[in-house]
């Protein structure tokens, strides 16, 4: 069988993964903070938290375009125990039929990705 990992690109389908292993269910989301928050810091991004727990990393802007209006991508990282076990069983049966993946969630992997290029 195949592995999520194995998708192209990989990067994007290693942060989808690496993310499904972290439980996240409404009102208990401090583990996906705590990884957004290391994420930021180990890509040397500006990494806020905010009382209610948002995390907003921002990136500076590319040179050259530094007065241009910023971007921002909102996102949610709050899954049901019960919507978690779904897109996973979903992912497997899409891979095995070798259907078109499209999974709730995959903005936020984006998100990222988007973070670290240059």
Known sequence: MSSIC???????WN???????I??????????????????????????VDKV????????????MENRKGVIFPDTSRYGSTEKTAIRNMISKKIRSKQFLMVNGLG?????LVLIMV
């Open 108 to 112: 936020q992997m984006a998100q990222l």
């Open 53 to 64: 727990g948002n995390v907003i990393i921002r990136k500076p802007a590319t040179k050259g």
């Open 23 to 48: 439980p996240r269910p409404s009102k208990h989301e401090q583990k996906m903070v705590e990884f957004m928050k290391e994420f930021g810091k180990k890509h040397k991004l500006e990494t806020i």
């Open 15 to 21: 942060f989808f993964h690496e993310i499904t292993q």
């Open 6 to 12: 194995d998708l192209e690109p990989k990067q994007l």
